[in-house]
């Protein structure tokens, strides 16, 4: 089964930036689409961002001018570059394939604080 690894989370001040990374244990191309999502604590997940194998990336508002999604398909791996950063955007976020059916990854936690 595919799996997807996190990485890249950690703890960034205000206006600060940083890098998520998702590998993909096998084919990026078995997944009809890549997301990101996030969770704050006492929160639902939230879509972040999505990717498509043709079209995208498409955002939600929190994200729009301020986060990146990309994918790499010789290296399998999708990414979520976050300028800008706010206190509202810590959470953990989790990587997210849609194949016809679901895949997560673990997650990765992202603290936005002074």
């Known amino acids: 089964q595919v799996q997807l690894v996190e990485s890249g989370g950690g703890l960034v001040q205000p206006g600060g930036s940083l890098r998520l990374s998702c590998a993909i244990s096998?084919?990026?191309?078995?997944?009809?689409?890549m997301a990101w999502y996030r969770q704050a604590p006492g929160q639902p997940r939230e879509l972040v961002a999505r990717?498509?194998?043709?079209?995208?990336?498409y955002y939600a508002d929190s994200a729009k001018g301020r986060f990146t999604m990309s994918r790499d398909n010789a290296k399998n791996t999708v990414y979520l570059q976050m300028n800008s950063l706010k206190p509202e955007d810590t959470a953990v976020y989790y990587c997210?394939?849609?194949?016809?059916?679901?895949?997560w990854g673990q997650g990765t936690q992202v603290t936005v604080s002074s």
């Open positions: 997210n394939g849609d194949s016809g059916s679901t895949v």
């Open positions: 096998g084919s990026i191309f078995v997944f009809n689409s």
């Open positions: 990717i498509f194998k043709v079209g995208g990336p």
